[in-house]
């Protein structure tokens, strides 16, 4: 995939979490190859733009496990998704705001003094009609 960070947890080993971010183009075949990078590298959070839906439902990655976090009204497809793997997900991850261009999920890592840290991933869809930044990122962001 085109980009790939590492995020850091400071357990009493060296450990990271693998996060990647994509846009999919709502391509079925990218899905299915982004369903093999994810389980091939080891990621456990994936920021998705575009992701490919079948009747406007996330569709593609359920063979994986985890959860995938997206506005699911089921009238429009999704612009916007994150999937998060059960090693992460286990630890306590709960989506804090969802549209269909914007999804904000807060999970906790552990930090150098073993105190719980929160962090805040979002996945967003800038669409090219639409003034940059968004009215719900904005506010995002702000808060």
Same mark, same amino acid.
């Given at each position: +995939?085109?980009?790939?960070?590492?995020? *850091?947890? *400071?357990? &009493?080993? !060296?450990? *990271?979490? !693998?996060?990647?971010?994509? !846009?999919?183009? *709502?391509?079925?075949?990218? +899905?299915?190859?982004? #369903?093999?990078?994810?389980?091939? @590298?080891?990621?456990?959070?994936?920021?998705?733009?575009?992701?490919? @839906?079948?009747?406007?439902?996330? @569709? #593609?990655?359920? &063979?994986? =496990?985890?959860?995938?976090?997206?506005? =699911?009204? =089921?009238?429009?497809?999704?612009?916007?998704?994150?999937?998060?793997?059960?090693?992460?997900?286990?630890? #306590?991850? /709960? +989506? %804090? +705001?969802?549209?269909?261009?914007?999804?904000?999920?807060?999970?906790? /890592?552990? !930090?150098?003094? =073993?105190?719980?840290?929160?962090?805040?991933?979002?996945?967003?869809?800038?669409? #090219?009609?639409?003034? %940059?930044? %968004?009215?719900?990122?904005?506010? %995002?962001?702000?808060?």
């Amino acid at each position: +995939m085109n980009t790939q960070r590492t995020l *850091h947890k *400071h357990l &009493h080993t !060296n450990t *990271h979490t !693998n996060i990647c971010q994509v !846009n999919l183009q *709502h391509c079925k075949d990218a +899905m299915s190859e982004l #369903g093999q990078y994810v389980r091939r @590298a080891k990621v456990e959070i994936a920021l998705l733009q575009e992701p490919y @839906a079948w009747r406007n439902r996330v @569709a #593609g990655l359920g &063979h994986l =496990g985890g959860a995938l976090y997206y506005e =699911g009204n =089921g009238e429009l497809p999704p612009r916007a998704c994150i999937y998060v793997s059960n090693n992460v997900r286990n630890m #306590g991850c /709960f +989506m %804090t +705001m969802c549209c269909r261009d914007l999804v904000v999920v807060e999970t906790y /890592f552990i !930090n150098d003094e =073993g105190k719980r840290c929160k962090v805040a991933l979002a996945s967003c869809y800038q669409p #090219g009609d639409v003034e %940059t930044p %968004t009215k719900e990122l904005e506010e %995002t962001v702000l808060r």
